[in-house]
């Protein structure tokens, strides 16, 4: 048996290969594999034959989405079209990464997984489409798993960007009225293998999952748990309003997800946001000074 992860030269990509068992893997990049291209698409299932594909390919600049709406829809809902109507001809499953931006942000409490959408920018309507794509297409194969705020080595990220804004400036500004759940990548891919592996076995219906760290949390308070665990002072996180920025795409001010369907698959949910970053914090320190020294070499 066999997976192919699309996007695999992305954060989340990377991580997922390395979950994916003692199972091959076939890890296409963006290079190795356009998935707004349906023939390339159909050719690559029939050629690998995996028994799980999962979609990491996706446009994710939620404000250059605004700007170029017809490319983000290209990868975001044709992408992922062609790939569940691949997987259908060549019966396979299909783990389709999604995103917390579905969501209006008008609730209060953690969505559940079967709430109603109602995406408030042009990025979050893409994957509520390639959402609808997966579940039409592919009604017995397909699986939705919505991810936020996610950080990691091997990307950019909101964590990775406040260790380099800590030793450069004296204060940073970050919204404080923007809540949900910050999500270590490693813990997503473990979740997306494990997912995967139920599906095979036929232990996991298909349908929509919530693949993110439980807990809740404002862009102001992770900024300020990254500054404590720099040994700084987390006073030098200043907190401002989303309208101070006057980003092109609107922002949902509560993306929280629930976390209950996890039950049926019988995979237990993530555990909570702030003990995953404790655990991950050294490695992102670490590649973050990495990524300084190759920088820096590049330049001499």
């Known amino acids: 048996?066999?997976?192919?992860?699309?996007?695999?030269?992305?954060?989340?990509?990377?991580?997922?290969?390395?979950?994916?068992?003692?199972e091959h893997v076939v890890a296409l990049d963006r290079r190795g594999l356009d998935i707004t291209n349906a023939d390339a698409v159909d050719a690559a299932i029939a050629h690998h034959r995996p028994r799980v594909v999962v979609n990491c390919a996706a446009w994710t600049a939620t404000d250059d989405a605004e700007k170029h709406p017809d490319r983000a829809w290209r990868v975001n809902v044709t992408g992922t079209r062609n790939l569940a109507r691949a997987c259908r001809r060549h019966r396979t499953i299909l783990l389709q990464v999604s995103s917390d931006y579905v969501f209006s942000g008008i609730s209060r409490s953690p969505y559940?997984?079967?709430?109603?959408?109602?995406?408030?920018?042009?990025?979050?309507?893409?994957?509520?489409?390639?959402?609808?794509?997966?579940?039409?297409?592919?009604?017995?194969?397909?699986?939705?798993?919505?991810a936020a705020w996610l950080?990691?080595?091997?990307?950019?990220?909101?964590?990775?960007?406040?260790?380099?804004?800590?030793?450069?400036r004296e204060s940073v500004r970050v919204v404080n009225d923007q809540t949900g759940q910050p999500t270590w990548a490693?813990?997503?891919?473990?979740?997306?293998?494990?997912?995967?592996?139920?599906?095979?076995?036929?232990?996991?219906?298909?349908?929509?999952?919530?693949?993110?760290?439980?807990?809740?949390?404002?862009?102001?308070g992770l900024a300020q748990e990254v500054?404590?665990?720099?040994?700084?002072?987390?006073?030098?996180?200043?907190?401002?309003?989303?309208?101070?920025?006057?980003?092109?795409?609107?922002?949902?001010?509560?993306?929280?997800?629930?976390?209950?369907?996890?039950?049926?698959a019988g995979i237990p949910p993530l555990r909570h946001w702030r003990s995953a970053l404790h655990v991950a914090f050294p490695l992102l320190q670490e590649a973050h000074v990495q990524e300084g020294k190759t920088r820096e070499s590049i330049r001499n």
Not at 191 to 210: N, V
Not at 231 to 247: Q, T, Y
């Open 227 to 264: 500054f404590r665990l720099l040994g700084a002072d987390s006073s030098r996180v200043l907190p401002i309003g989303s309208g101070e920025f006057g980003l092109p795409a609107a922002r949902p001010a509560y993306s929280a997800l629930g976390h209950g369907r996890w039950a049926r």
């Open 112 to 146: 559940h997984e079967d709430a109603p959408t109602g995406p408030l920018n042009t990025y979050g309507r893409t994957k509520a489409a390639a959402e609808s794509a997966v579940l039409n297409v592919l009604p017995d194969l397909g699986y939705v798993v919505r």
């Open 1 to 22: 048996m066999s997976w192919l992860v699309t996007g695999a030269g992305g954060m989340l990509g990377r991580h997922l290969v390395r979950h994916c068992g003692d």
């Open 186 to 220: 490693e813990d997503l891919a473990r979740l997306l293998a494990r997912l995967g592996s139920a599906a095979q076995a036929g232990t996991a219906p298909p349908g929509i999952y919530h693949g993110t760290n439980s807990g809740e949390i404002s862009w102001h």
């Open 151 to 168: 950080y990691g080595v091997g990307g950019r990220n909101f964590v990775d960007t406040m260790i380099g804004l800590e030793r450069t």
